[in-house]
Each structure stands twice: as C-alpha cells, then as structure tokens.
C-alpha cells in the first residue's frame, strides 16, 4: 500500500462555472462545512492512501497548499506538479507520465467528485484481476442508481466478470452496439448485460499502461471518451481489456457537473447519503438540519439546510434547502430558497435570494426598485443592484461601480419625499385631535408612522411643532389649554436629545410672531415638566450672551423673574441633597 | 446484491482481548519499570479507548472492564472469588491450583525474577484467561437455564439474526418440542438466513414479514430477544425494529425474555431513542431513496425496561427491577468512565 498513489486531477476542463472558475479552481469550491478537495484527501486517508499527487493548472492551489495546516496521518505526502500548458486531461496524464514518479498502479481521481465509497474492497478486485491477466489495465468504479444528468446518461455493455464491453452515450439519436461478437443462440444463456442503471463515480484504478497508451496515442483528450471508447471498440485488435467495480448499494458517489448537480450534492451530503462522511454531530438540530452559526428565533429553517460558522441569521428570515457559508450576516425578512451562499457574505434586509450561486465577499444591498434576475444559459447566475469588489471571489465586478453610484441616487429623492409627507400627516393628526384619548391615538399614529419610515425623532418634533404652532391663538389661555391638551404627546416625543430643537422651533416661531413671548412657553413647559431647571437656564444663559439681538434682550429681561425662581428651586434642592447626603450609602455590588 | 452474515458482538471483545494478551507477551507494552497494579490497569484503560471503534462501541469498554474488574478481585482477595454454583466452585479451585503451581514454576527457572513480573504472571495472564473463558462459555451458561422456561408446544417468536438465541434454541430442542416463527425486518436480509439455520437443525421454523406483527402476536406464547447492550437502568439497547415488538408484546401481554452474555452490560443510562443513537445513510433502508424522498436509519432501538419481563444472563436470570445488582457485581464504580 505504501507505493500507491492517488493522483488528483484538480481542474476542469469544462466552461460550466465559468464565471467561478476563472478565479477559483473548482477543487477548491466550498462544499458545506469544507473545500472540496479537503472532503477528498479526507475520503483517501480513511482508506488509507497516503501518497497523494495534486495536478493543478491554476496558481490557487499552490497557494492554498503552502498555506496549508491540517492534522492528517503521519505518513501522508501530497505532491503538487504544475500542469499549465495542458488543455484537457490527456495532457495533464501525459505530464504525469513525462514526471515518472508512478512506477506501477495508481488511483485517478477527479476534482469533482464527492463519495463514501470504501477502496478496500475496490483495490483486492484490482489486484486480483492483475494476477489473473496483465492486460486489465483499468478497472473503472461504478455506483448503482438513477441517472440524473445529461452527463451521467450512458449504457453499459458489460460481458461476464463485469469485463466492459461497450459505453455508449445515451444522448447520440441512434445506438450501435457493436454486433460482430454478440450471437445469440436459442436456449443459451446470452454472455452480455447491458445496464442503464449504472453511473460512472469517477474513480480509476489505473496501471502504468494506461499513462504510456497516453503517451502512445498523442490525439487521446478525456479518459472516458478517447481512451475508454477506443480500448473497448477495437477489443479485437487490443488486448488490453477494462474492467467494471460495481458498488453495493449503500455507497454512492456524486460528481459536480453544473450547478444543479453542486446543490444536489451538497444536499445529499446533509442527508447523509456519504455516512460515514457526514457534518459535525455537535451541529445536527433537527431533521438534517446543521446550525454552526447563531440562527435567530423567529426565523423559518427548512429541512437539509446548513448554517456556518460564525454567521448571523436575524429575525424573520426564511431558508429553504439551503446552504450558508461562514461569517455571513443576513438581515431581517431575507428569503433564501434553493441557493448555496459561500464565505464573507453581507445581506441587507428584506431580499429574496433564489436559485443562485454567491460567491465570497459580496455586499448586497436593497434598493426601492424590483431586483432583476438574470439566467444565462444553464446557470441561474443572479445579477443584483450595488455590491462591492472584495478582494478576491467576487464576479461581474466590472459592473459594480457603475450600479453603486446609481444606487446612491436612489437613495436621495424618497428622504425629501419622506419628509413632505411627514409634514402633511403631522398636520393632519393635529388638527383632528380635540380631545386627550384623541391624542393618545395620535401617539400611536406617529410611533407606526416613525417606525414604518424609519424616523429621527428630531424630524417628528420639528414637523410636530410647526403643525402644533400653527394651531395657536394669541392669548395665554389658549397656549394654556394646548399645553394641557398636548402634554403627553410632547413629554412622549421630547426627551433630552431633542430639546435642544424643540426650543429652537419656539424660538422661530416667536421670532416671527411677535405677540406670543418665549418666556410663556418656557414656563408652560417647565410646568408641564417637558424641560427641567438646568435646561431652562443654560438656554437663558445662553441668550444673555447674544449681544446684539433685540430679542434675545427683552427675552433675557422679560425672563429675569423667571430664571431667579428656578435658581431659587435648585439651591433649595441641593440643600436637600446635602442634608440627606450623610445618611446615604453608596453599595457596591460584588459579582461572584 | 451480497447478503452479509450477522457477527456477534463477542468477536470483536475477544480479538481485543487478545490482542492485549499479544502486547503483554510481546513487551509492546508500554509499561513503566516495575509497574503496580495502577499502571497496568492503566494501561488497559488506554488501550480501550485506542481500540474502540466510534462512540457507539460498547463492547469493548466492557470487556475491559470486566477484566480489571476481575484484577482487582485476584489481587485483593489473592483468587477467591464469590461463588455461584457448585460447579463453579471446582473451577475456581482447579485454577487456584494452576496459579499455585506456576508461580513456583516461575520462582524455581528464574531466580532473579522481578516484582512486576510476578503481578503479571500471577495476576493479569490468569484473569485474561478467566475472562475468555467467560466470554466462550456464556452460550453454555445461558442454556442451563433454557429448559426451565418452556413448555411443550409452545410459539416462540424471534427476530432477526441473533447467535445467543439460535444456540439457545438449539440446545432446548434436545428437550422440548416447540414451533418457531421469525419475524423479518423490512430492511435486511438476516432474517431468512436465520430461518434457514434453524431449518437445518429440523425445526419447525415459520418465516412471516414484518407486517404480519399483529396478526401472529395473538397466537404466540413467549418472545425471545438477543440484544445489543444492556443498560444500568434495565433499558435495553437493540437491533432496530424491536421496539416496536415489546410494545405489540406488552398489549397482548406476552412475555419478553432477553437473552444475553454479561459481556454486553453496559453502565450507562439513557432515557429516549437518541441518546445512543447514529442517523446513518438512508440508502441501508430503501436502496432507491432521493433527496427528496428519504428514508431516516438508525443505528440501535432504545427499549425502556417495562416492557421486558426477564432477562437471562450468563451470571443469571433477572428482572429488570433487580438487574442493578448484576452491575455492582459484574464491574467496578471507579471504571465506569471508559
């Protein structure tokens, strides 16, 4: 076992993630809870194959490997052989044979492929059959099932022993099977099977002969369409012969063409279809559902979905068979159906996000119009408004800047519409309300009104006090009565932040109406207990200090009275403090 | 599709076993010079945890404990052990002669013969053989007690595959006559290969599926279980599907026996289905599942204690009320945390 090698084949050589894979290989796409290839070195150190070989064709992978500190078994080694001239398969086997490290058999393993099946069994059958014949040069590991995918759709001649005869694409119009040897005789039992239930995993078990075959045959591109096809079509004039490991039922494969086939098999794996390679116990919740991050209460989590670390999901947010990725923060009121969310991911609130693939490190934001879905050819690539380059992982950057700045100006006109209307609403409530349950209705109008649109409570005194000013008649009677009527509404609404703008609103308004004075309202207000002593008097110190506004003079002159009673008040409240302050103790809380 | 035959539990207690013994004898040991009794039950507990395979493997922490268990007795009581039945005693007496005579073998060969080896002569290597002994010998025991619970003509119902039962109703033939029925669980294929072994026997064996629980559990006299692990509170961990049997058998008061070696005692406590309990693949239930139909498989069945009327041991038959008492007996307070 020690000479074995397996031999990853870290690329594709597809264009079906093309968007993704022109920055990240696919090896190292995010499945669930880890990189793809780590699940595959994962697989082979349970089976205990230590010698790994890395073919790679993009310089992420070295990166990732240099930077790499995973505990593993002792004796396991991963080479790394650079493969950037080659343009399909065939050429990264013939670089592996030109490197000369595989002296006898090995293991091709695509970068794709995700599985629970046991090698043991598949390596003694290998061996066996060596020992039988030296020209079963391959032994190619199939599972039983359904064939899904346009990929997966192919027949299977097999001969006794499981010896493969035939592999014909079932998506060709016409299927030749090839007759020469095939005779049937009345009574005899027939020699060949032919199966559809058959779906390649994507294991090899090679020898050496196969990379010289390689190297022999210049034209040979992909294993499955070149060399297999060949070997097996002239099977009268070759010798060599390819073999068929059919596993039981209970181990299954999964290989990741397109999108469809990502997220049926990132599903699978939370279903558990790969025990004993399964998520973290320490995560399970409930029905094939695996929380690593903090999930909100009032959130809908539907079955087979899973959480990563550190990611935030708030309130009101619905997720249907999905899959989140690490240190993500979705707002309230998000839905997330079908989609595979990777790392680093910032979601405002109230999106809808469905049948999409998001790469790491995007921002997406909410704006007023509808978001536009895309669907490019077989991928359900989902274009949405304002989100940010990051360093890496992020696609369509191009377009972002240009739909950043659109999206600012969005962002400018509702606000200027927000407060008109505010203003109008304010004027309404105050002119229907006559009595105070009246204006206990309006209290509640105006906190739906603030939180619904998001409010500052300045914004609300100032629009309230306009209405509220505009009511008012002349005389000290009516101020007294709108006070009175109107005081728990201001004592609601004005709280120490926002005193400072309420005065200013009176102040205004008594600079523009000479006939009410500003000292009736203060002191109405200090009444009503909206303001507070301190308050009151920094303000009038405060206007004494203007010098050359006539109107802060009579108001500093007409106010004297006024400002010596609350200094009075609280002189007589520290004297009080003071005597009190003796018999007071101050306790000092110890926390065990 | 290749059907897979049932192993007992015993083997892979015996082979750990064994393997001990192997490490003593070969000096692999890793053991400190001139070691006390702490350090190899120490060492044992180590090796324990390095062979148990996930955490749902019970078997061998208990076999292990079983053998420290019996350790210290040797060590403290210099062999007598608390009898049980007559034939034990001679047992016990023949083997206190064996040790008696080995150690002068040893002190007469080798004269320089160190302390520590001398605990592991004396002590370790005759306690690793007592506790083979009752691993090989527990059907035996088991069976003494087979001919004093049936009647003639009595229904019997089993299910599945279970070593313990087969070679209990093998040896009650010789006495009773009696008729059979195995129930077949959907999921795996060791039921019919369980009536085909008795068959071979020349018993009279019926074979019905699973569904047709109800309908034969009015006809049956008495059912016979084999069981997976024992539990300290008399709950009783087993293959699935028996749950589901104990309670059909508690409504039509049909009694349960469990038969089990002692090996399978385990001191521990669980209260529902999922304390001891793996989702596996749903591929081992329905071969054809998808994503979007899906079977759920687990690994054992957790039947609480009312629903068993008698357990027989090889230590034993005892009531699930009384079964505690098998514990205090059968291993130590200070192991229970292998």
């Known amino acids: 076992m020690s000479e074995f090698y397996a031999v990853i084949l870290a690329d594709s050589y597809d264009n079906q993630f093309n968007h993704l894979t022109n920055n990240i290989p696919k090896s190292l796409f995010p499945f669930v809870d880890d990189l793809i290839i780590e699940h595959q070195i994962n697989w082979l150190s349970k089976n205990e194959i230590d ?316 704006s007023i119009q509808s978001q536009i879905v895309t669907i490019e050819n077989q991928k359900n690539v989902k274009q949405l408004l304002s989100f940010q380059k990051y360093d890496d992982n992020a696609f369509q950057s191009e377009n972002s800047d240009q739909e950043s700045d659109s999206h600012e100006l969005h962002q400018k006109k509702p606000k200027e519409n927000d407060d008109q209307g505010l203003k109008e609403d304010m004027i309404d409530i105050v002119a229907n309300c006559k009595t105070v349950s009246q204006v206990k209705e309006a209290i509640t109008n105006v906190d739906t009104i603030k939180v619904n649109s998001n409010i500052a409570f300045e914004n609300i005194v100032i629009a309230f006090m306009a209405a509220f000013l505009d009511t008012l008649q002349p005389d000290v009677d009516s101020l007294k009565n709108a006070y009175a009527l109107w005081e728990e509404f201001i004592i609601r609404f004005v709280s120490e932040t926002e005193v400072v703008c309420y005065i200013k609103s009176i102040e205004t308004f008594c600079r523009q109406n000479q006939q009410y004075h500003l000292n009736q309202f203060l002191q109405l207000s200090y009444k009503h207990q909206i303001l507070s002593e301190q308050v009151i008097i920094n303000y009038q110190n405060q206007m004494a200090t203007l010098e050359d506004d006539q109107f802060a003079k009579d108001f500093v002159q007409s106010s004297q009275q006024f400002k010596e009673y609350l200094e009075n008040i609280i002189l007589e409240q520290e004297q009080q403090e003071n005597q009190e302050g003796d018999g007071e103790y101050e306790y000092e809380y110890v926390y065990e | 599709m290749s059907t897979l035959k049932a192993q007992p539990r015993l083997y892979s207690s015996r082979e750990s076993i064994l393997t001990l013994k192997a490490h003593l004898s070969g000096k692999q040991a890793k053991i400190p010079k001139n070691p006390t009794m702490e350090d190899y039950i120490t060492y044992i507990k180590k090796l324990s945890n390095r062979l148990k395979q996930g955490p749902l493997d019970f078997w061998i922490p208990n076999v292990f404990r079983r053998l420290i268990q019996v350790i210290r007795l040797m060590s403290s009581e210099d062999g007598f052990f608390p009898i049980k039945d007559k034939e034990k005693n001679f047992k016990e007496l023949g083997l206190t002669i064996l040790r008696k005579s080995i150690r002068s073998k040893t002190t007469v060969e080798t004269g320089s013969e160190t302390g520590s080896n001398a605990i592991q002569q004396d002590v370790i290597l005759p306690s690793i053989e007592q506790v083979l002994e009752e691993l090989e010998a527990h059907s035996d025991d088991i069976n003494t007690f087979a001919s004093t619970h049936f009647f003639t003509n009595e229904v019997l119902l089993v299910y599945e595959y279970s070593t313990t039962v087969l070679n209990f109703l093998l040896s009650a033939k010789k006495t009773r006559n009696f008729e059979i029925i195995v129930l077949e669980s959907e999921t795996e294929n060791l039921g019919k290969q369980f009536a085909t072994d008795l068959g071979k026997h020349n018993l009279n064996v019926t074979l019905t599926p699973f569904t047709n629980a109800y309908a034969i559990m009015q006809r049956v006299n008495k059912t016979l279980l084999g069981v997976d692990a024992i539990l300290k509170n008399g709950g009783l961990l087993m293959h699935p599907g028996t749950y589901a049997i104990c309670v059909l058998a508690k409504q039509f008061a049909v009694p349960v026996i469990v038969l089990s070696g002692a090996h399978k005692l385990t001191p521990k406590y669980a209260f529902d289905q999922t304390t001891f309990n793996q989702l596996v693949s749903p591929l081992k239930i329905n071969p054809n599942s998808t994503i979007d139909q899906m079977s759920i498989g687990i690994t054992f069945d957790y039947v609480p204690p009312e629903y068993i009327s008698l357990y027989i041991t090889n230590q034993g038959q005892y009531t699930p009320q009384s079964i505690y008492q098998l514990f205090s007996d059968f291993y130590n307070v200070k192991d229970e945390d292998i």
């Not at chain 1, 490991?245 to 279903?271: D, E, G, M, T, W």
């Open chain 1, 51 to 366: 010698q790994i070989i890395v073919l790679y064709r993009n310089e992420k992978i070295a990166e990732y490997f240099n930077n790499r500190r995973r505990p593993g078994r002792k004796t396991q080694k991963i080479q790394l052989i650079n493969i950037l001239d080659s343009k399909s398969s065939g050429d990264a086997l013939r670089e592996l044979y030109s490197h000369g490290i595989i002296q006898q058999d090995f293991l091709l393993l695509f970068g794709d492929v995700i599985t629970n099946i046991s090698l043991k069994e598949v390596i003694n059958k290998y061996h066996d059959q060596r020992k039988e014949d030296k020209m079963n040069i391959l032994l190619m590991v199939v599972h039983q099932g359904i064939q899904q995918y346009d990929e997966e759709r192919y027949l299977y001649v097999l001969e006794s022993d499981d010896k493969l005869f035939q592999l014909t694409d079932l998506q060709q119009k016409q299927i030749i099977i090839n007759k020469k040897h095939i005779t049937l005789t009345k009574g005899m039992p027939c020699k060949y099977v032919i199966r559809s239930n058959l779906i390649e995993s994507g294991i090899y078990i090679c020898n050496r002969d196969v990379l010289k075959s390689f190297q022999e045959y210049f034209m040979f591109a992909e294993i499955k369409e070149d060399f297999i096809k060949y070997m097996t079509t002239t099977s009268d004039i070759q010798e060599e012969k390819i073999h068929l490991y059919i596993s039981p039922k209970i181990q299954v494969s999964q290989r990741i063409f397109h999108a469809q086939s990502y997220h049926n098999a990132c599903l699978k794996y939370l279903s558990r279809f790969f025990f004993p390679y399964c998520p973290q116990q320490q995560y399970y919740v409930d029905f094939f559902k695996y929380f690593a991050g903090r999930v909100d209460q009032k959130s809908k989590i539907s079955d087979q979905c899973f959480i990563g670390q550190n990611t935030d999901v708030k309130q009101k947010v619905t997720i249907t068979k999905s899959i989140i990725g690490k240190n993500c923060k979705l707002g309230i009121g998000c839905e997330i159906i079908n989609s595979i969310l990777w790392d680093n991911i910032e979601v405002d609130d109230n999106i809808i996000i469905k049948d999409s693939i998001i790469a790491s490190g995007c921002k997406i934001k909410n």
